[in-house]
């Protein structure tokens, strides 16, 4: 059965391309990685600001696979891939609300088609607003590395 799983992609600004694109070829595979509008000061005009996208993880995107069909091996002999997230050795897939909640944000590829269903509107609520709170109160820098502790929380707050 195809889930999410969280995959490293290797360090590099074209590296997430090399990724995407080496991907895409696999024809059973779907991914994305959740991006974030924000605006740097300019160094060469004082008081102005450029809007930049930059990736919500940095050096993280998610893959939907079935690992039954395509082996984890295939996924990280990608080039530019680094190696998919293990928690004690095994590859843990990402729930599916969790994943439902990163694709709404406004930036990401599928946010315009994917709506949430009434039924579970209030749990999305609450983890929009964990998303919210990561993203203000988080450096870019720091978000990398952050990424993990932010989807188990996440995952917690779906089990409640």
């Not at 993280?60 to 997230?85: K, Q």
Request: proline letters at 9%.
């Amino acid at each position: 059965m195809e889930q999410w799983y969280l995959a490293c992609y290797k360090p590099g600004k074209d590296n997430i391309y090399k990724a995407q694109l080496a991907l895409s070829r696999i024809s059973t595979t779907d991914f994305f990685c959740p991006q974030l509008r924000t605006k740097r000061p300019r160094t060469d005009r004082p008081g102005q600001f450029r809007q930049v996208i930059e990736p919500l993880f940095p050096g993280y995107l998610f893959v939907a696979f079935d690992p039954e069909v395509i082996h984890t091996s295939r996924i990280e002999a990608c080039p530019g891939m680094n190696y998919l997230v293990r928690s004690a050795g095994q590859i843990t897939p990402i729930r599916p609300l969790v994943i439902d909640q990163l694709m709404c944000l406004p930036l990401c590829r599928d946010a315009a088609s994917r709506k949430p269903l009434p039924h579970v509107r209030r749990r999305q609520q609450r983890i929009a607003r964990q998303l919210d709170d990561f993203i203000r109160d988080t450096v870019p820098e720091e978000r990398g590395a952050l990424c993990l502790a932010l989807l188990q929380s996440l995952e917690a707050e779906c089990d409640q």
